[in-house]
T-cell receptor, first 109, second 114 residues
Framework: KNEVEQSPQNLTAQEGEFITINCSYS?????LHWLQQHPGGGIVSLFM???GKKKHGRLIATINIQEKHSSLHITASHPRDSAVYIC???????????FGTGTRLQVTL | DTEVTQTPKHLVMGMTNKKSLKCEQH?????MYWYKQKAKKPPELMFV???????INESVPSRFSPECPNSSLLNLHLHALQPEDSALYLC?????????????FGQGTRLTVV
């Protein structure tokens, strides 16, 4: 069983819509990364969270440690936001990231 | 400089060839990672270097041989690969291998084995 579960797997939105991607993780994961990957491209780190909330431009990430749940929100979505969004849990004791399966987002005009 | 630079961006190699992938960072990070990513799948960890020493090998076949010549460089030497090894190979680095620090990824090398 994967220690990091993401939903939804696929998401289509119209430009301007508010988008939420969810991530649940298991015990032992001490921090969550949200990553973005465009088709055929490398990975860009959006946020790393171990508590609370972070905001960067139109992106907001939250984490609830008690519920072991994190969300990535995109406000006023735009076609250039189309990408795969991946949450990854950091297991400090194992010095590695465990990746979710990713959410494929398509934002249309 | 917050970049992880990987070269080459694309590589086509035959099954009898020997080639190397290179990764470089100048952020003073002491942990460096190799990941393999197949299409529409999440990255899979291959190796972790911690303070220039190999700390994790995720049971990777010996036809993949990592090397960390110094704290800024990470190589992945390839020999006698199979077509199923074709994938995107991603390098990443983070400030510390143990503490919760942000990971920075390179753009990857897209490898095709023919």
């Amino acid at each position: 069983k994967n220690e990091v579960e993401q939903s939804p797997q696929n998401l289509t939105a119209q430009e301007g819509e508010f988008i939420t991607i969810n991530c649940s993780y298991s015990v032992g994961i001490s921090a969550l990364h949200w990553l973005q990957q465009h088709p055929g491209g490398g990975i860009v780190s959006l946020f790393m969270l171990s508590s609370g909330k972070k905001k960067h431009g139109r992106l907001i990430a939250t984490i609830n440690i008690q519920e072991k749940h994190s969300s990535l929100h995109i406000t006023a979505s735009h076609p250039r936001d189309s990408a795969v969004y991946i949450c990854a849990g950091y297991t400090g004791t194992a010095s590695k990231l465990t990746f979710g399966t990713g959410t494929r987002l398509q934002v249309t005009l | 400089d917050t970049e992880v630079t990987q070269t080459p961006k694309h590589l086509v190699m035959g099954m009898t060839n020997k080639k190397s992938l290179k990764c470089e960072q100048h952020m003073g990070h002491r942990a460096m990672y190799w990941y393999k990513q197949k299409a529409k799948k999440p990255p899979e960890l291959m190796f972790v270097y911690s303070y220039e020493k190999l700390s994790i090998n995720e049971s990777v076949p010996s036809r993949f041989s990592p090397e960390c010549p110094n704290s800024s460089l990470l190589n992945l030497h390839l020999h006698a690969l199979q077509p199923e090894d074709s994938a995107l190979y991603l390098c990443a680095s983070s400030q510390d291998p143990i503490l919760n620090t942000e990971a920075f990824f390179g753009q990857g090398t897209r490898l095709t084995v023919v």
